[in-house]
């Protein structure tokens, strides 16, 4: 089962709709999570505009919550999608150079 963390600013619109969009394509071949670089919106749920976004394409993200990203949810996953390049670059800073291999652009 392939693992994919999907991480934006604030986990709070990008990373969450990405989450459950991958999620639904990639069936029972992954297991997708999604953080942000910043804990403002930690443990609160995705931005309402989202979650109808979502809802209007079937998907359902009421049930999310913002998470800061560890160290550890880098190590968890087999690739690391970031939402951005200014995104990619605060990971790259943040890993220290573990992870570089996995670290990447959701659409470059």
Known sequence: MR???TVCLGNYC?????Q???ARRGGAAVTVRSAGLIGKWQDLPANPSMINAARRL???LTHHRGHQITLEDLDWA???????A???DMLRA???GHNTGKL???LP
């Open 14 to 18: 990008r990373s969450p709709f990405a």
């Open 58 to 60: 079937g998907h359902d």
């Open 20 to 22: 459950v969009g991958l």
């Open 86 to 88: 200014a995104v990619l």
């Open 3 to 5: 693992k994919l963390l």
């Open 78 to 84: 087999d690739d690391v999608l970031a939402m951005n």
């Open 104 to 106: 990447r652009l959701y």
């Open 94 to 96: 943040i890993d220290g």
